[in-house]
């Protein structure tokens, strides 16, 4: 694989730092770290520009707090400058890099691809009811804690060679334990740690429906024996190469039985229904707090799947 060199002066000219500026900017005008920023924009550009050549940029103290939906985890946050818009900068030319290593089965973080894009390609995976008879699922255990540095940056020097920007990421990889989730990095480095198992799973194994959202693994087969033995290889495929385990709720089941539960959404052959977490707390909103915005998010969700019986059991006054 050819490895990709000569990017880090790229990275830190002044025209991407402007421009990374400009990005990360966008939804967030009213932030007190960009205020604050935009006091002085131009010197805190210059001075950006001034650290990162020199290699005296140091990632600065996260703030972490906790988030509860949909599940509870820590949720790490940098300064607005000069970390936000240095990763945007990193991101503005290594982006199609990655890109371009990415399969196609990986849908989290992607432009273009998301949690409808998963969702509709395995609908219409679904299609061919003889070939996807069963489903293995799985994620991984704790993944953005467990991801591995020292595997991490082995990995991206298989891709990258420039040893200014492999300097870069390290600093910022050794910033926090595993990757902080919050991160505008930090979801391109889960996609990048997980790719070339992305690639083994397809290329070795074979799996002709295989989707992944993030930590998420839907594979599908007619046969369920065939899945038993590529969790089994996927299981110390994780251990030997990633220092990774497979959550101990993975199954392997029916699909015309159970159903997908995947990416928000309960997958059949014949139809795909709201998750039932979902439906859940889209009554709870109705009955608790029921603004407008809400409503239209939760609908937002119910458009993309067979909802009007959900629909006129919460929402009857509406015509649908």
Same mark, same amino acid.
Request: aromatic share 12%; net charge positive.
């Given at each position: 694989?050819?490895?990709?060199?000569?990017?880090?002066?790229?990275?830190? +000219?002044? /025209?991407?730092?402007?421009?990374?500026?400009?990005?990360?900017?966008?939804?967030?005008?009213?932030?007190?770290?960009?205020?604050?920023?935009?006091? #002085?924009?131009?010197?805190?550009?210059?001075?950006?520009?001034?650290?990162?050549?020199?290699?005296?940029?140091?990632?600065?103290?996260?703030?972490? $707090?906790?988030?509860?939906? *949909?599940?509870?985890?820590?949720?790490?946050?940098?300064?607005?400058?000069? !970390?936000?818009?240095?990763?945007?900068?990193?991101?503005?030319?290594?982006?199609?890099?990655?890109? #371009? &290593?990415?399969?196609?089965?990986?849908?989290?973080?992607?432009?273009?691809?998301?949690?409808?894009?998963?969702?509709?390609?395995?609908?219409?995976?679904?299609?061919?009811?003889? /070939?996807?008879?069963?489903?293995?699922?799985?994620?991984?255990?704790?993944?953005? *804690? #467990?991801?591995?540095?020292?595997?991490?940056?082995?990995?991206?020097?298989?891709?990258?060679?420039?040893?200014?920007?492999?300097?870069?990421?390290?600093?910022?990889? !050794? +910033?926090?334990?595993?990757?902080?989730?919050?991160?505008?990095? +930090?979801?391109?480095?889960?996609? $990048?740690?997980?790719?070339?198992?992305?690639?083994?799973? %397809?290329?070795?194994? %074979?799996?002709?429906?295989?989707?992944?959202?993030?930590? !998420?693994? &839907?594979?599908?087969?007619? !046969?369920? /024996?065939?899945?038993?033995?590529?969790?089994?290889?996927?299981?110390?495929?994780? /251990?030997?190469?990633?220092?990774? =385990?497979?959550?101990?709720?993975? =199954?392997?089941?029916? &699909?015309?039985?159970?159903?997908?539960?995947?990416?928000?959404?309960?997958?059949?052959?014949?139809?795909?229904?709201?998750?039932?977490?979902?439906?859940?707390? $889209?009554?709870?909103?109705?009955? @608790?707090?029921?603004?407008?915005?809400?409503?239209?998010?939760? %609908?937002?969700? @119910?458009?993309?799947?067979?909802? %009007?019986?959900?629909?006129?059991?919460?929402? *009857?006054?509406? @015509?649908?």
């Amino acid at each position: 694989m050819k490895r990709a060199g000569s990017l880090f002066q790229k990275i830190t +000219s002044l /025209e991407n730092l402007i421009l990374a500026d400009g990005k990360a900017q966008k939804g967030k005008s009213k932030q007190y770290g960009v205020i604050a920023h935009n006091k #002085n924009k131009e010197r805190n550009i210059a001075s950006l520009n001034d650290i990162l050549i020199s290699k005296t940029y140091k990632t600065s103290n996260y703030s972490v $707090f906790k988030v509860y939906e *949909p599940k509870e985890r820590e949720v790490y946050k940098l300064p607005y400058f000069p !970390d936000r818009i240095c990763h945007h900068a990193i991101m503005n030319i290594l982006e199609p890099i990655f890109l #371009n &290593v990415f399969t196609a089965d990986s849908y989290s973080c992607i432009k273009g691809k998301g949690i409808h894009a998963a969702s509709f390609n395995l609908r219409k995976a679904l299609k061919n009811e003889e /070939e996807t008879t069963f489903c293995l699922k799985l994620d991984i255990k704790k993944f953005y *804690p #467990n991801v591995d540095h020292d595997i991490l940056k082995s990995l991206l020097r298989r891709k990258f060679k420039d040893q200014d920007l492999l300097w870069l990421l390290d600093e910022i990889i !050794d +910033s926090s334990p595993g990757l902080p989730i919050g991160n505008y990095l +930090s979801q391109y480095f889960a996609n $990048f740690y997980l790719t070339y198992f992305d690639h083994w799973i %397809k290329e070795r194994l %074979k799996a002709k429906y295989y989707f992944r959202y993030a930590d !998420d693994i &839907v594979i599908l087969n007619r !046969d369920k /024996e065939v899945l038993h033995r590529i969790l089994y290889l996927i299981k110390s495929y994780f /251990e030997i190469n990633l220092k990774l =385990q497979v959550k101990e709720n993975w =199954q392997v089941f029916p &699909v015309k039985v159970r159903g997908i539960d995947f990416v928000g959404y309960k997958h059949f052959h014949s139809h795909t229904l709201l998750r039932k977490s979902i439906k859940k707390r $889209f009554a709870r909103m109705l009955k @608790t707090n029921p603004k407008s915005e809400s409503i239209a998010s939760y %609908k937002g969700w @119910t458009k993309h799947c067979n909802s %009007k019986n959900l629909l006129k059991k919460l929402i *009857p006054h509406e @015509t649908l």
